[in-house]
């Protein structure tokens, strides 16, 4: 059985749809989750689909993912701006790393502009509401040869 595609959403997406939908949308994470299910299986992969609060539980995912995931997308959340263990984590795996923001850090707050995760990302993909994670999966096909 091959391997699946693993998805990690960090701090606070348990609450996308329902707050700030001016900045990331209406669109709610069991939605999304659905909507990359979707998009996964006509590429011919599986995913594996996740959100914390916790960094350590994040962890956990990124190191099961060494022998156990084909890629990882990774919407780290405030993580992004602040964690160098999740840094250390992704570079420990041997798969490629989408790193995916629904909005533009880069046009935000200036603390919104470093990520610490950038360091170990194949990709970066930002600005483009929830449809990023769609286009995180096509690119994740692609990097992983099967673009379907
Ligand atoms: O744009 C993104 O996807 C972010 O990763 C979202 C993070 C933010 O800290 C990053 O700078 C950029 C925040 C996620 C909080 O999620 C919420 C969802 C709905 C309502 C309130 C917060």
Request: proline share 5%; hydrophobic share 45%; aromatic share 6%.
């Amino acid at each position: 059985m091959s391997k699946p595609i693993l998805i990690l959403n960090g701090p606070n997406l348990n609450l996308l749809g329902t707050r700030e939908p001016e900045i990331y949308g209406a669109t709610t994470l069991p939605q999304v989750e659905d909507m990359c299910r979707e998009e996964a299986s006509a590429r011919g992969f599986e995913i594996s689909f996740h959100q914390s609060n916790s960094e350590a539980e994040i962890i956990g995912w990124i190191q099961g993912a060494v022998s156990g995931a084909a890629g990882i997308i990774i919407n780290p959340a405030a993580f992004t701006h602040t964690s160098v263990a999740i840094l250390d984590a992704l570079k420990m795996v041997p798969c490629p790393v989408i790193e995916l923001h629904i909005s533009n850090p880069h046009a935000r707050e200036e603390f919104r502009h470093k990520s610490f995760v950038s360091l170990a990302a194949t990709g970066v993909i930002c600005g483009l509401g929830v449809d990023g994670y769609k286009l995180a999966i096509q690119a994740m096909a692609g990097l992983l040869g099967r673009s379907a």
